[in-house]
């Protein structure tokens, strides 16, 4: 069994995850990688915390979503990193 690395991918991006060899999970419905190579780290799935009464406007400035299995919201490393500059 090998252990799948879940990566965070903007719709217009899925190309650039694929040639970097991110794969689509049809169960869960999110890419991932088997091997975390440098590339992908910045497409890593994290959690992130923003204020509720900022959420709308963090999902359409920064693409963040909810994600129900870790009941948090979630983004990419690269759009973390942007929003903790920020804050």
Not at 15 to 35: A, Q, T
Not at 68 to 85: F, G, H, R, Y
Request: with cysteine; net charge positive.
């Amino acid at each position: 069994y090998k252990m799948k690395h879940f990566l965070y991918c903007k719709f217009e991006d899925r190309e650039v995850i694929k040639m970097l060899g991110g794969k689509w999970d049809v169960d869960e419905k999110r890419w991932y990688c088997e091997s975390m190579t440098e590339k992908l780290k910045e497409y890593r799935e994290v959690n992130v915390t923003v204020p509720y009464d900022s959420k709308d406007e963090y999902k359409s400035k920064y693409s963040i979503r909810w994600s129900p299995s870790t009941k948090s919201w979630v983004t990419s490393q690269k759009i973390a990193d942007l929003i903790e500059m920020e804050n």
